[in-house]
């Protein structure tokens, strides 16, 4: 069987490629376990100077498994969904990401982490927290209203409205769109020209662009306190419910 996440090194570049197309790339336990290694591994190894993401399929990624998620709500704390966006946040060498198709929730959420992000134009992007009963993530909350303004932030964080590829570049999320066989082309040779840079300069600038993350951390804690909450509400089980019950029409 084909792994979920495969993780691979292309010169300095540590890739990780989402590896469940038959889910849409929808992120379950397992996955983010490994995704939390392979950033563990890109930030403890010396000779990985960026990782880089992207999905197989045409699909970046439809958020979490909700399945998954829902089975873990007896004992979320050991879910890894939140040590994955702290590990994001967290992060200090250079991130990219190649979107085809569905980036859904936690998959438009992570690229406020991203330094560059190419998209195809198929790219759709949508965080439908608020409408599962649930808030934002990943410090979304905070990084959303600072690149995108506070009225497209409440617009996507509020009415949990999709947005598509043109309206990511002019916002500032993606930084060019190009048709999918070039996107991760372009991600690629993004990643390289980076791994070619002075290391020192290049980690202090992307530090001193990004400020430091205790802030960013601080509210991913204060948007899990929240979440958690709300997970326990009769009001969020019965929208999980309705949209299972839908997916399965």
């Known amino acids: 069987m084909s792994a979920k996440v495969n993780v691979f090194r292309e010169g300095g570049v540590l890739v990780l490629e989402l590896n469940r197309p038959d889910k849409k790339n929808a ?103 608020v409408d599962l009963g649930l808030v934002p993530e990943a410090g979304a909350t905070l990084l959303a209203p600072r690149l995108m303004g506070q009225a497209r932030a409440a617009q996507y964080l509020l009415l949990c409205d999709a947005f598509g590829a043109e309206e990511a570049l002019a916002m500032g999320l993606v930084n060019k769109i190009a048709p999918a066989e070039e996107i991760w082309p372009l991600a690629l040779d993004a990643a390289r020209r980076l791994v070619q840079k002075p290391r020192e300069a290049l980690l202090a600038t992307r530090r001193l662009l990004r400020g430091a993350p205790a802030e960013i951390l601080a509210r991913i804690d204060a948007e899990a306190e929240c979440f958690s909450r709300a997970l326990k509400s009769e009001e969020t089980r019965a929208r999980f419910a309705a949209f299972l019950g839908g997916k399965g029409k």
Do not use: W
């Open 27 to 129: 992120l379950d336990r397992d996955m983010y376990e490994a995704l939390i290694a392979a950033l563990e591994q890109a930030a403890a190894e010396a000779d990985i100077r960026v990782a880089a993401l992207r999905g197989t399929g045409g699909v970046f990624t439809a958020g979490n498994d909700l399945n998954d998620f829902i089975a873990a709500l007896g004992a979320l704390e050991t879910f890894p969904a939140l040590r994955f966006v702290r590990a994001l946040a967290a992060f200090e060498k250079p991130l990219i990401a190649a979107v085809e198709g569905d980036a859904v929730g936690v998959g438009t959420t992570l690229l406020l982490h991203c330094d560059l992000v190419y998209a195809a134009p198929s790219a759709k992007f949508k965080m439908p927290f």
